[in-house]
């Protein structure tokens, strides 16, 4: 693709792209599990908003187009808990939603003093499972959420904190 992908805070102005790029990147997840009432494609401008205030943002851009986005927390105990890791569609596959990952993480744990990280996917998510074990996080639970449904959730240690190997914990931007 050529162009510059940097990845950068998110700022209430970046609140209703964030919110139509989660609303595309989901459609997938919706079609995989027959389910479009998944919270990402409900949720409001102004509960997106509300979100932006509880924790780090994300987002990667191409020029003004935000094209990526992951959203972090750390509880009382230092475990960090990552949501909403997104890549637009014809983003994916070029090593961005990794980069987010990267990026979260090492902010929660400078800022935020994260010992953990946890996140969660669908049982039939393999691309994201795939990506999420890639980066050293391995399944901890898994939630029946419904008849079609089952979150799998997975963990890993600050200790862990890194790219995969052969990569450099610093590389967030580059060529995408």
Same mark, same amino acid.
């Given at each position: 693709m &050529?162009?510059?992908v940097t990845i950068s805070a998110a700022t209430e102005h970046d609140a209703?792209?964030? $919110?139509k790029l989660q609303y595309l990147c989901y459609q997938r997840e919706a079609e995989i599990y027959g389910d479009y009432t998944l919270e990402p494609l409900t949720q409001t401008l102004d509960d997106l908003r509300a979100e932006l205030s509880q924790g780090p943002v994300l987002v990667a851009r191409l020029g003004e187009e935000v094209v990526g986005s992951v959203r972090g927390t750390v509880d009382e105990d230092g475990t960090a808990r990552l949501a909403k890791l997104i890549v637009? /569609?014809?983003? @994916?596959?070029?090593?961005? &939603? &990794?980069? =987010? $990952?990267?990026?979260?993480?090492?902010? =929660?744990?400078?800022e935020l003093a994260?010992?953990? *990280? @946890?996140?969660?996917?669908?049982?039939?998510?393999e &691309?994201? $499972?795939? $990506? *999420?074990?890639? *980066?050293? *996080?391995? /399944?901890?639970?898994?939630?029946?959420?419904?008849?079609?449904l089952s979150l799998i959730t997975l963990e890993k240690s600050a200790s862990a904190l890194g790219a995969p190997p052969g990569r450099s914990r610093g590389e967030y931007a580059a060529s995408a």
């Open positions: &050529g162009a510059s209703e792209q964030i $919110l637009h /569609p014809r983003m @994916q596959r070029h090593g961005l &939603g &990794g980069r =987010l $990952l990267s990026a979260i993480e090492a902010r =929660l744990a400078e994260a010992k953990r *990280y @946890q996140l969660f996917t669908g049982h039939r998510s &691309g994201n $499972l795939r $990506l *999420y074990r890639k *980066y050293g *996080y391995a /399944p901890v639970a898994t939630e029946q959420v419904s008849r079609r």
